[in-house]
């Protein structure tokens, strides 16, 4: 595996980098360890649901595959494979939600949403997001949204740094252009 920044493990001092210890804590049913997942795994969560879903969609969906991943945590056969299973279960869970309620019209304001331009912006943005290819919508939405880097982005969700790095890139062209911005 292609090391990136301080400490080159899969512990210590690799910024958000998941130590294998902490997940097999967990799996034995360490709850201090499991928090601690949480507090590492919460924004890609969170991301990988706003992908799909409103922000309140997306925070009740981030409460359920934590709730989910507790329940079934000692069914991860591999412990390196956490931030690929969390991002399968918020997949799940999102799709789960938008087939359970009523979205809110294409083109319609959130209420409370008037008031605020900059909110109002970043609504009109994540929209935008919405509506690319999917392939690109997570890895935005964790780029931008949640601040990951491009290798937190890969660590987290399983995919390669190389497809991370080229659906970052082909999807802020296209946002830029579904914005209506040129190429800068």
């Given amino acids: ?19 294998l210890a902490l997940v097999d804590a967990a799996r034995r049913g360490d709850r201090a360890a499991f928090a601690k997942l949480f507090e590492l795994f919460a924004p890609m969560v969170h991301g990988v649901a706003l992908a799909r879903l ?13 709730l989910t ?16 299973w969390l991002c399968m279960i918020a997949r799940t869970r999102s799709i789960d939600a938008r087939r359970a309620t009523s979205r809110i019209a294409d083109g319609a304001v959130p209420e409370g949403v008037h ?17 690319l290819p999917e392939a690109y919508r997570e890895t935005l939405v964790l780029r931008l949204v949640e ?10 969700t399983g995919l390669t740094a190389d497809s991370v790095r080229v659906n970052l890139h ?12 040129g190429e800068s």
């Fill in 1 to 19: 595996m292609d090391s990136q920044g301080g400490g080159g493990g899969t512990g210590g001092s690799g910024g958000r980098r998941v130590d």
């Fill in 54 to 66: 409103t922000p309140a969609e997306a925070d009740d969906v981030v409460q359920e595959v934590f």
């Fill in 69 to 84: 991943a507790i329940e079934r945590i000692g069914t991860l056969r591999d412990s390196a494979a956490i931030g690929g």
């Fill in 115 to 131: 008031e605020d331009p900059d909110r109002l912006e970043a609504t009109r943005c994540l929209d935008a997001i919405r509506a």
């Fill in 147 to 156: 601040g990951l880097t491009g290798p937190e982005i890969a660590e987290q």
């Fill in 170 to 181: 082909r999807g802020m062209k296209r946002l830029r252009e579904k914005l209506g911005m």
